[in-house]
C-alpha cells in the first residue's frame, strides 16, 4: 500500500544510528528536572506503552449488566430481609402531649410553667430482641444551620485549659462574663424530655451508658471539664447539666453535640436490654419539655431494634432488587438490539465517513 | 592547497573590493548625517578610552544581556502577577482572601493551601523555563573576546565585560560581542565578511568595509595604543539596515553607515579578524533592540474553555444568588414575633450577628451571597489550568524526543518552541507552505546542461518522475528509479550530473570541445563564491552568496575545472590541458564584477586570461540572455531555447552561459565610466551603473545553458498526500515564478492533469500594453478590473459545475494578489480560493504571505498552520494560528519565530494527524471531564446546603473540600491528558480522515461539552440522593447509632471519589500501568488519606476524627451504599456509551471497531474504508487515482450519491 510507505521508510533506518552526542531523542532528557521524575524508556517517550484497550463490544455490554444484575439481586433480597427483621415502633407525641385547652397556642404552653408530664402507651407487635433502642426524633430543627454547626469549642469541650476559648460560641459564650462550658448553641439548645418506660406496670430500665461514640467520649469530651455556669445566661434553652459530672460522662450531651446531618434527625435516648414479646404494652411518661412548637417541629419516640445493616430502612434492598432488575433487562434489551440490528463483522456500510460535510464546502 | 604562498600573515591582506562594485560604496555626508548631535542622534563614543571622564559622563549601559523574563527580585511578584491575570486563579484569590473574613463556610488555611499549591506549582515551571534562559545569558554573557587595555596589547575579556568605546580583536568564525564600529581588518582595504543567520536568517554572507582613515593606520594589536578617535552617532534603535554617524578622527569629520557596523550576534567569516569599537553594547544593540516577544498565541480550545470558565461563573452566580434569596426568606421568618419568641428559637435569632440577623434579613442575604460563592468554588476546577499546563508540558516532550521525527542528517529532532497550542496541532483545516527549503530542499543541484546545443545529463528530476507517472507508465518508472538509485561513491552536495559524455574528462572527445571548455570555465570563473580549502586534504569547498552559485562552482570542480584561489585580483583554477593532457592551473585576472540583481537577471566578471585577452563572462535568465546575442553567436539558440523549455518543464532552474572577447579600447573606456559611475554621488548612480553596464553585456556569444533541481524533500508527495486525505487544504506561497510553482505542484501531487486551472495574472496584451505607455493610474485601474473579471470568471467556472467531480485549482500571480488582497475584493478571492482543492499564489512578498494567511484565518474562521524556513516566512508563521519552522539550511529566523520547530516537511505529517491529533483528543476530553468532575463535586455540595436551609453549610469537612480538585481526582486526569491514544498512531496513518474530527470539532464541541456537564449533573443527583435515602432515618449501624453530618458527608465523599475515578476508566481508551497506578491510586489514597488525617487527633481533623475506622468502616451500610451509588450512578453513561459506540459510532471509534474486528490487516478492506473517506476534490496522489477510477466508472451508485452531498 502505497499509504504505508512514508510511516515505515520513516521507521526505519533510524534505528542504526551513532548516537553519541546527537540530539536524537533518546530516553530522557535528564537535565530537566521535570522530566525526570516520570520518563523511564523510550517506549514510554516514544508513547508505545503496552496497553490493554478495551471497547465495549456486544459481549462486554451485556455480561456487565448480566454480572451487576446477578450481584444486585441477592444483595437486594439479603437487604431487604435484614430491614424486614428490624422491628420499629414509632410514636408522634408533640401534638397529643398539649392538653386539649392549650393547642391552640402551643408555644405558649411550653415555655409555661404548666406539668408537662405525659402519657403514652405503645403495643408491641413484633417480638423485640434485645438490645432494643429508643431515640427520639425530631423533624424540622436544622441542627446543620451553619450558625448552629459553628456555635461550639471544641478546645473548651477537650479540656479545662482551654476554657475561655469560646469565640466561636456567640451569643451563648458567656454568663455575666464568665465562660459558659459548654459553650454555644448546639450545647445550650440541648434536648431536654425525658421518658420512663415501664411494662405491664413493671418500670423497663432504660440504660443510658454507651450510647455515645467512642472517640467522643475518649477523645473529645474531657473527663476534668465540668460543666459551668451552664443554662446560666438571661434565657435557659433546653436542658441542664449536672456540674458534678465530667463532660466525658454526659452521654446525652455527647450524642447532642454530633450534629445530624438533615433536619429530620434521630438521636440514641438509650437501650432496653431486655426482649419485650409480641402483644407487650409499654407505658411512656415523658417530660414534653422541648421547644418543637415554634418552629412546629414533630417530636416522635422509637423503639427499634437492629440488624446488621442498622435500622429499618428498606431503601438499599429496594434499590438493589430495582437496579438489579433494570440491568438484567437491560442486558436482553441490548441482546434484543443487537440481533435485531446485526452488523456483519466489518460491514463497513457502518462506517459511513462522510455524515459530516467537512470544511463547510 | 595549503597558503603560504604569499607570506606570512599579509597573504590575506587582500583588496577585495572590487568583486563588490555595486555595495561597497563609501558613505558620503547625506542629509542624515546634519541630524548628528541633535535629538536621537545623541550618542557620544570615545574610542579606546573607555574609562575617560567624558565616557563615564555618558553612563551607557554595559554589555550584560538578560534574555530572561524574570530576575531574581522581580520573579515573585511578576509571576504571581500573571499567575492571578488568569481570571480563574483571580477568582480563587478572592475568596482565598475572603476566606479569612467570617464570611467563610471553610476554614481559611483549607481554602488557601490547595491554591498556594497550585501556584506554587505554575510559578516552579516558570522558575524552571525562565532557568533554561537564565544559562543560556550565562554562557553568552561569559563568552570572551579580545580587548585593548590601552598599552596596544590585547587581552581576554569577558562579553559582559565590554564598555562603550573599547577597542576589540574578533578572529575569524567568532560573533562580534556588541555592535562594533569596523576599523580595520585582515584585508587590505578593510573589508570582511560576516555572516548575518541569527539575524535575518540568511546563510550568505555579507561584505563590510571599513573607511580609508582607519584601515590604513591600525594593522597590528599595536598600532592601537595612540588611536583617539570620537564617534558621534544615532541613538539605539532597531533598524538593521541603516546607521548614521561620525567618526572625529584627527581633526577629521568621517561620515559613517552601516557598511561600517558589525552587529551583534552575526558572526565573522572567511577574514581572519578584524579590529572595531564598541559603539552599542547590550540592551542598546540592534539585534536586542529588534527581539520583540513573539505574539503569543492561544489555542482555539483555550479560548473555548475560558468561555466555559465565564459560564460556570454564571451558574455559580445564579446559584448563589437564587441561594442568598432563600437564606433571606428564611431568615426573615426567624425573625422576633409577638412576645419575643422567634421561630427557630436555638439559633438565637434574636441575637445574631450580622450574618444571621433576621431583622437585617436583605443584608444578610447579600452577605450570604458572597458565603455562597466561596462554598460553591468548587464549580470551577482551581487545578484546570495547571494541570492543563503540565499536560502540555509532557506532550510537548513526547513531541521532542519523537524519534520519528528526528533527522539524522542534520541531528535534528522536533523541537516544540510552546507547548501552548498542541492542541490546536489536531485542528488545522489550511496549511500555507512555502516552497523553496519547505516543500524542497532548497539544496541546488546540477543536474542537466546543455552545451553548443547539445543536452547532457541523464538524471531524472522529481517532477519527470512525477510527470511520467502521470502519464501512467509505473513500469518505466520504475526502471528509471533503478537508474538514478545506482550511483557510485558519496554524493557530493550540490552535483547530481550523470553523463559518461562528460564525465572523466570524456568531454574531451566531443565534437564542440572547444566550446565545452568555454562552457566549464565560464561556471569555474563567473560568479562570486570564496574557496575554502582544507589544510589538511587538500579538498576545496565555497561559500557561496546562493546554493545555485555553489552548485555551478562544484559542478566545475567536478568536470575538471577546480577553483581554488581568489586572491586581491585574480581568480586561480586547476584544469585539463587539451593539449598535454595534464592539470595545469591558470589564473586570471579579476579585472571588474557586474553584479547579480533581480532587475538585471544576470551577472557578469569581465577577466584578462593568461594570454592576455580581455574576456566578458556572463551567465543570466534566459529572457535577459537571449535578447542580448550577437548576430553570430546564435549558431546553438534554437536548440538551446528548446532544451531550456524541457528543463523548465521538468522544474528546473535554468541560466543561459555566453561570453563575448572585448576589445581593448573598449574596455579602457568602459572601467573609466564605470569607475566614475561607482564613485558618484548623484541619486541616479544605479542607473547610471545600470546603463553602463547594459552597453557591455552585448553581442554575446552563446556557450549553453545550466539547469539546477531545488529537490523536492524527501516523502513530501506522500506527506501531502496523507494530509489531503485527512482533508486538510494545502496552499502554497512562493516567491518562485510562476511556471516552477505549477511545475513543484504537479511534483507534488497538488496539481493533477484533469484538475481546471484557474490562472490569475496580468500578463494580458492590454495590460501590457499601458505598461510600456507608462501611465500608472491607468495601469492599476486596469490591472484590478482584470483581476476581478477573472476571478468572477473563476467562481462561475466552480459553480457551473457543482455537482460534477470536476476539481479546481487556483493559481495567482504576486502583482494579482495584491490586487485581490484589496478589503474591497478580498471576500471574493476568499471564495474563489475556498472553492479551489489548490491555491497556489507565486511571486508572492512575505507581506502578501502575512496578508494571505490572515486572510484566510479571520475569513473562514478556522484553524491555519503556516510552515516555512526562511526569513521571509516570518510574517506567516507569526500571522499564522501555528507557525511551523523548518529548521534547514535557510538560518534559524523562521524558527525562531515558530511555535514549533521540523527538521523535514514530512515530519509534519507525523506531528499533525498523530500527535495533533492526540494531543486534541486528550486535551478536549481532560477539560471535559474536569467540568464534569467538579460539577459533580459542585452540585453535592449544593444540594446538601439546600437542606441546611441555605445557610451554607458543606457537608464534607474542610479539608475534603479543599483536596478534592489537588489529590483525589487530578492524577488520572492529568494522565488521561498525557497517555491517552484513542487510536494508535498506527491507525492515525492508516485513517486520515480521523483528523477531521479535530477540523470540524466533533470533540470539543459544545453538544459533547453540555453532555458530559449534564452527566456531572444526573451522577451528582444520583449520589446525592441514594446516599440519603439509604441514611434516612439514620441509624445505619448494628449498635444502633445514628449517622451524623460526618457519616452522610463521608459516605457522599466516597460516593464521588469512586464514581469519578471510574468513570474515567470508562472513559480513556487506552489502560497502560500507569493509569492503573494513578486511578486506583487515587482511591486508595482517599481511605489513606481518611485514616492518616482522621488519626491526627481531634482537634486538628475536629469532625473528621476517626471518622473511617470507627465509624464508616465497620459499618455494612456504608460499604453497600458506595457499591451501589458507584454502579448506579455510571449506569446512564455507560448505556449511552454503548448504544453510541455501537449504533452512532465517532471516526475514532469505527477505527476502533475496525481494528477489534482485525480488518486492519486486511488491505482490501482498508482500501475500502478509505475510499469512502476521500472526497473528490482533494488533491494528492490517491485522490489522482480515485479519479480515474470514477472516470472508468467503477463507482458504485450509492458512493457516488455520498460525494454528491458533499
Known sequence: MSSNMASSSAGSGDSSAARKNSKRPKCIDYSSALLSLTLLDSKFTQQELPACKPILTPGWVISTFLIVS??????????????????????????DCIPAPARTNKVAFIQGAAPKSCNRTLTVTKRMKQPIYVYYQLENFYQNHRRYVKSRSDSQLRSPKFENQISACKPEDDAGGKPIVPCGLIAWSLFNDTYTLSRNNTPLAVNKKGIAWKSDKEHKFGNKVFPKNFQKGNLTGGATLNPDIPLSEQEDLIVWMRTAALPTFRKLYGKIETDLENGDTIQ???????????????????????????????????????????????????????????????????LSWNRNPGGGR | MPGGRQGGRRRSRLRLSNIYAFKCRKSSFQEDHSQIGGPGFSRVVYCNEPNSPASERRNYAGNYVRSTKYTPASFIPKSLFEQFRRVANFYFLVTGILSLTPLSPYSAVSALLPLGFVILVSMVKEGIEDWGRKRQDIEVNNRRVKVHDGNGNFRQEEWRELKVGDIVRV????????????????????????????????????????????????????????????????????????????????????????????????????TEYVYGAVVFTGHDTKVIQNSTDPPSKRSRIERKMDKIIYMMFFVVFL????????????????????????????????????????????????????????????????????????????????????????????????????????????????????????????????????????????????????????????????????????????????????????????????????????????????????????????????????????????????????FFSRTQNGISFRELDLATGQKVERVYRLLNVLEFNSARKRMSVIVRDEDGKLLLLSKGADNVMFERLAKNGRKFEEKTREHVNEYADAGLRTLILAYREVDENEYIEFSKNFNEAKNSVTTDRESLIDEITDQMERDLILLGATAVEDKLQNGVPECIDKLAQAGIKIWVLTGDKMETAINIGFACSLLRQEMKQIIINLETPHIKALEKAGEKDAIEQASRESVVKQMEEGKALITGSSGSHEAFALIIDGKSLTYALEDDFKKQFLDLATGCASVICCRSSPKQKALVTRLVKSGTGKTTLGIGDGANDVGMLQEADIGIGISGVEGMQAVMSSDIAIAQFRYLERLLLVHGHWCYSRISSMICYFFYKNITFGVTVFLYEAYTSFSAQPAYNDWFLSLFNVFFSSLPVIALGVFDQDVSSRFCYKFPLLYQEGVQNLLFSWKRIIGWMFNGLITALAIFFICKESQEHQLYNPNGKTAGREILGGTIYTCIVWVVNLQMVLAISYFTWVQHIVIWGSIALWYIFLMVYGAMGPSFSTDAYKVFLETLAPAPSYWLTTLFVMIFALIPYFVFKSIQMRFFPGYHQMIQWIRYEGHSNDPEFVEMVRQRSIRPTTVGFTARRAASVRRSGRFHDQLKKNFIAF
Not at chain 2, 214 to 221: K, N, Y
Not at chain 2, 482 to 509: A, L, T, Y
Open chain 1, 284 to 350: 411512656v411518661t415523658l417530660q414534653n419539655n422541648y421547644n418543637t412548637y415554634s418552629f412546629s417541629g414533630k417530636k416522635k419516640l422509637v423503639l427499634s431494634t437492629t440488624s446488621w445493616l442498622g435500622g429499618k430502612n428498606d431503601f438499599l434492598g429496594i434499590a438493589y432488587l430495582t437496579v438489579g432488575g433494570i440491568c438484567f433487562f437491560l442486558a436482553l434489551a441490548f441482546t434484543i438490539m443487537y440481533l435485531v440490528k446485526p452488523r456483519r463483522l466489518g460491514d463497513p456500510s457502518y
Open chain 1, 70 to 95: 446477578v450481584i444486585f439481586i441477592p444483595l437486594g433480597v439479603i437487604s431487604l430481609f435484614a430491614s424486614q427483621d428490624v422491628v420499629e415502633i414509632v410514636d408522634r407525641y408533640d401534638n
Open chain 2, 319 to 562: 446559584m448563589s444568588f437564587i441561594g442568598s434569596i432563600v437564606f433571606g426568606i428564611e431568615t426573615r421568618e426567624d425573625r422576633a414575633r409577638a412576645g419575643g419568641r422567634t421561630e427557630r428559637w436555638y439559633l438565637k435569632p434574636d441575637d445574631a450577628d450580622i450574618f444571621f440577623d433576621p431583622e437585617k434579613a436583605p443584608l444578610a442575604a447579600i452577605l450570604h451571597f458572597f458565603t455562597a460563592v466561596m462554598l460553591y468554588s468548587y464549580f470551577i476546577p482551581i487545578s484546570l489550568y495547571v494541570s492543563i499546563e503540565i499536560v502540555k508540558v509532557l506532550q510537548s516532550v513526547f513531541i521532542n524526543n519523537d524519534i520519528l521525527m528526528y533527522y539524522e542528517e542534520t541531528d535534528k529532532p522536533a523541537h516544540a518552541r510552546t507547548s501552548n497550542l498542541n492542541e490546536e496541532l489536531g485542528m488545522v483545516d489550511t496549511i500555507l507552505s512555502d516552497k523553496t527549503g519547505t516543500l524542497t530542499c532548497n539544496s541546488m543541484e546540477f543536474i542537466k546542461c546543455s552545451i553548443a546545443g547539445t543536452a547532457y545529463g541523464r538524471g531524472i528530476t522529481e517532477v519527470e518522475r512525477s510527470m511520467a507517472m502521470r502519464s501512467g507508465g509505473a513500469a518505466l518508472v520504475g526502471d528509471d528509479l533503478d537508474v538514478v538509485v545506482d550511483k557510485s561513491g558519496p554524493k557530493i552536495k550540490g552535483f547530481n550530473f550523470q553523463d559518461e559524455r562528460v564525465m572523466k574528462g570524456n568531454w574531451v572527445k566531443q565534437r564542440e570541445a572547444a566550446v565545452m571548455q568555454k562552457f566549464f570555465r565560464l561556471l569555474a570563473v563567473c560568479h562570486t563564491a570564496i574557496p575554502e580549502t582544507d589544510e589538511a586534504t587538500g579538498a576545496v569547498s565555497y561559500e557561496a552568496e546562493s546554493p545555485d552559485e555553489a552548485a555551478f562552482v562544484v559542478a566545475a570542480r567536478e568536470l575538471g575545472f577546480e
Open chain 2, 171 to 270: 578572529e575569524k568564525d567568532e560573533f562580534f560581542p556588541a555592535d562594533l564600529l569596523l576599523l580595520s581588518s585582515s584585508y587590505e582595504d578593510s573589508i570582511c565578511y560576516v555572516e548575518t543567520m541569527n539575524l535575518d536568517g540568511e546563510t550568505n554572507l555579507k561584505v563590510k568595509q571599513g573607511l580609508e582613515a582607519t584601515s590604513s593606520a591600525l594593522h597590528e594589536d599595536s598600532d592601537f595604543k595612540e588611536l583617539k578617535a570620537v564617534v558621534r552617532c544615532e541613538d539605539p534603535n532597531a533598524d538593521l539596515y541603516t546607521f548614521v554617524g561620525t567618526l572625529h578622527l584627527e581633526e577629521q569629520r568621517h561620515p559613517l553607515s552601516i557598511q561600517q557596523l558589525l552587529l551583534r550576534d552575526s558572526k565573522l567569516r572567511n
